[in-house]
């Protein structure tokens, strides 16, 4: 290939490395953020309720046998090989 192709194809290649390293570490930082914290008029997990509005923000509430209980969304799964 010539000089003329291979300089603005490195400068192309660049630029979208650049671009990827921002927006992964914007969504690292977004995936480890800790819940919101727990509204203390509001029923915590494992609590009964009629409906959702009853449990916390991030918990729903579930048939669990007989009655509706606040259940706690499942927890993230890590990949293989993430040492924490």
Known sequence: ?????VFPMMLAV???FAGVGPV????????E???PPDDPKKKKAGEECQSADECQVHHSCTKS??????T???RR?????VVT
């Open 65 to 70: 046998g007989d009655k509706n209980v606040c």
């Open 72 to 74: 706690a969304p499942p």
């Open 77 to 81: 799964k890590l990949p293989p090989g």
């Open 1 to 5: 290939m010539k000089i003329k192709h």
């Open 24 to 31: 992964s570490a914007k969504m690292k930082a977004a995936s």
């Open 14 to 16: 660049c630029a979208v």
């Open 33 to 35: 953020m800790a819940p």
